[in-house]
């Protein structure tokens, strides 16, 4: 089992930045991904940026040039670092980590953390 704990969530006016983190714990030793999602009132829930055991990463089109995800393996964290924040980047933000074992794909969530991005 991984155990995911957010942190960094908000209100920020346009323009702003705020910095979101993720702590692992548990058998995180397995895993192979970590990722941001969000989940907006009345949308699905979308990817925002993942990064890899190896660092690759990648990033939903709408937040290109202004998020930057990041790990510190030596505390177990994942950080969003997010500026130039707009009110459509309003949502709950959820911490993911994904596990593959034996062939199989394991994902773990956080309880979620609100940004509210105000104009």
């Known amino acids: 089992q991984v155990q995911l704990v957010e942190s960094g969530g908000g209100l920020v006016q346009a323009g702003g930045s705020l910095r979101l983190s993720c702590a692992a714990s548990?058998?995180?030793?397995?895993?192979?991904?970590m990722g941001w999602y969000r989940q907006a009132p009345g949308k699905q829930r979308e990817l925002v940026a993942e990064?890899?055991?190896?660092?690759?990463?990648n990033y939903a089109d709408s937040v290109k040039g202004r998020f930057t995800i990041s790990q510190d393996n030596a505390k177990n964290t994942v950080y969003l670092q997010m500026n130039s924040l707009k009110p459509e980047d309003t949502a709950v933000y959820y911490c993911?980590?994904?596990?593959?074992?034996?062939?199989?794909?394991?994902?773990?969530w956080g309880q979620g953390t609100q940004v509210t991005v105000s104009s």
């Open positions: 548990g058998r995180i030793f397995t895993i192979n991904t």
């Open positions: 990064i890899t055991s190896g660092g690759s990463t």
């Open positions: 993911n980590a994904a596990r593959k074992v034996a062939g199989l794909t394991y994902f773990y």
